[in-house]
């Protein structure tokens, strides 16, 4: 018997992403809603409440509301917007971020998807604090450039229509972007890292890097002591994996259209100094693979069903 999953806001970017993922497997329902009802709130709200999972790709206000209007106790929700990321009562869905996340994703009834630009600052910075190198008050800096599919279909149409002919673009300068507080949250952090978010002329696929003054920190950690901490973070992973040696170039889309993360440790060893970098897609990992990542977990299922890694 399969399980029933309705997308709420499956037209969107990541909404197709997850539909993607999800089509044609045996053990996963997809409900829709006719398209002569598709604005008729009667027939969203029945969905909402047939489901036994609910996965909601929609802007955060609409997706506060979707809650709402479920009122059973049966049906499991998936929030892929920001709209609970730091919020109460829900489950940050990083299965990989802490040793028992994945047990906690598959006992919760609500669960929040992790921000694309989180996702790859978390799974280099959060084994790091918890072992002890980075203390929790350290200033911190991450840098990060995305795909313009992360900006949904607005911004799609500003790059591929004519919009805009930039090649790379930094935003959210006032360093009050909605990403940060989730970062600091989940990372154990005492205070919000630098947070430099940009996009670039690539439809998919985002390279996010922390620099490291190794030799000013506490015990003047080692690149070696860095990478065999994420190295053990991550031995059981068959999404996030450690990348081998340092590279000579790391590209934004070096796990575009995979459902994958890869971080790698580089840096120089005779003057401390270190960049940390995890590559990913937006859509993959960053949004749509980590919505199905998680809907497998919560439902028994094999966590990596449908992705592509």
Same mark, same amino acid.
């Given at each position: 018997m399969s399980d029933s999953v309705f997308i709420d806001g499956a037209a969107g970017t990541t909404g197709l992403e997850i539909r993607d993922r999800l089509a044609g497997r045996s053990d996963i %329902? +997809?409900? =829709? *809603?006719?398209? %002569?009802?598709?604005k008729d709130a009667a027939a969203r709200r029945e969905a909402l409440n047939e489901a036994d999972y609910v996965i909601l790709c929609l802007p955060d206000d609409a997706a506060r509301e979707a809650v709402t209007l479920i009122d059973n106790k049966r049906t499991r929700v998936i929030d892929a917007s920001s709209a609970h990321r730091v919020a109460p009562g829900w489950v940050y869905g990083f299965a990989e971020l802490e040793a028992d996340q994945a047990e906690? *994703? @598959?006992?919760? =009834?609500?669960?929040t998807n992790? #921000?694309?630009? $989180?996702t790859g600052f978390l799974a280099l910075v959060r084994p790091l604090v918890r @072992? #002890?190198?980075?203390?929790?008050d350290w200033p911190l800096c991450v840098n990060a450039a995305s795909g313009y599919s992360g900006g949904g279909k607005a911004m799609v149409a500003e790059f591929e229509? #004519? #919009?805009t002919d930039t090649a790379f673009r930094a935003y959210a300068l006032g360093l009050a972007h909605k990403h940060a507080p989730e970062m600091t949250r989940h990372a154990g952090l005492a205070y919000a890292p630098i947070f430099a978010p940009s996009v670039a002329r690539t439809y998919r696929g985002m390279l996010t890097e922390v620099p490291l003054h190794l030799h000013a920190m506490p015990g003047? $950690? =080692?690149l070696d002591a860095v990478r065999e901490? +994420? =190295?053990?973070?991550?031995?059981? %992973?068959?999404?996030v994996r450690i990348g081998d040696g340092a590279p000579a170039a790391i590209t934004i889309e070096a796990d575009a259209g995979k459902d994958r993360m890869t971080l790698h440790v580089c840096g120089n060893a005779d003057t401390g100094q270190a960049r940390l970098v995890a590559t990913l897609d937006n859509l993959g990992k960053g949004a749509g693979g980590a919505a199905v990542q998680n809907l497998n977990i919560m439902a028994g299922l094999d966590p990596v069903a449908g992705l592509a890694l």
């Open positions: %329902s +997809l409900m =829709t *809603i006719d398209d %002569s009802r598709r906690r *994703i @598959a006992n919760a =009834t609500r669960v992790p #921000g694309c630009y $989180p @072992a #002890g190198l980075v203390p929790a229509q #004519g #919009g003047a $950690p =080692t901490v +994420l =190295t053990e973070a991550y031995a059981d %992973s068959r999404v």
